[in-house]
């Protein structure tokens, strides 16, 4: 079973607008985690934000967590045609590590 | 680093053959997943290895499906007798101590098609 659910399912944007997706998610953790995955290819991590953090960083990423409400966003700044791919965020223990159904970001030139 | 390598990239089989799935995790991690992906059920975990022990299996659909870690480089899915059903893109990944707060890397994945 899934525990996040992505929201939308599909995004299509232009090439230098942001993009915005969420995941909520079912039950407590300890950190969420966000994925990329491009077509025909494995899975690629992105950013983990833990529990305690509200916000995380990293390049043109930026991740939200509200625990209170059960839910995480993933924003890209000024996107790119290379950022087309799926984006999964993904919680759970070390060993069970699981997936939510994915937003599929199109971007075009 | 090569990353994790799977292999076959691509399978396709009758339906009842025995199919076999490959996979060479990071050197020095220890923990290793294989997932299945399909487009109704998204990405399931189906097995986890510690030290080359499986320590949850819980997710392994049917006695058709086995594991095997023979040792840290090495491991393998079989299905026998495979069904079309099973059709799916099967994924390896690995980790570095399988502790929270880490990450996982994947590998290409096998796309499996049973006929």
């Known amino acids: 079973s899934q525990q996040g659910e992505e929201d939308p399912q599909a995004l299509s944007i232009q090439e230098g607008e942001n993009a915005t997706m969420n995941c909520s998610y079912k039950?407590?953790?300890?950190?969420l985690q966000w994925y990329r995955q491009n077509s025909g290819r494995g899975l690629v991590h992105l950013i983990l934000?833990?529990?305690?953090?509200r916000e995380k960083h990293s390049g043109r990423l930026r991740v939200t967590l509200d625990t209170s409400k059960k839910s995480s966003s993933l924003l890209i700044t000024a996107s790119r045609a290379a950022d087309t791919a799926s984006y999964f965020c993904a919680t759970g223990t070390a060993s069970k590590l699981t997936f939510g159904t994915g937003t599929r970001l199109q971007v075009t030139l | 680093d090569a990353g994790v390598i799977q292999s076959p990239r691509h399978e396709v089989t009758e339906m009842g053959q025995e199919v076999t799935l490959r996979c060479k995790p990071i050197?020095?991690?220890?923990?290793l997943f294989w997932y299945r992906q399909t487009m109704m059920r998204g990405l399931e975990l189906l097995i986890y290895?510690?030290?080359?022990?499986?320590?949850?299996d819980s997710g392994m659909p049917e006695d058709r499906f086995s594991a095997k870690m023979p040792n840290a480089s090495f491991s393998t899915l079989k299905i026998q007798p495979s069904e079309p059903r099973d059709s799916a893109v099967y994924f390896c990944?690995?980790?570095?101590?399988?502790?929270?707060?880490?990450?996982?890397?994947f590998g290409s994945g096998t796309q499996l098609s049973v006929l």
């Open positions: 050197s020095g991690h220890n923990s």
């Open positions: 290895f510690n030290n080359n022990v499986p320590i949850d």
């Open positions: 934000i833990r529990s305690n953090e």
């Open positions: 039950t407590s953790i300890n950190n």
């Open positions: 990944a690995s980790s570095l101590h399988g502790t929270d707060n880490e990450k996982l890397f």
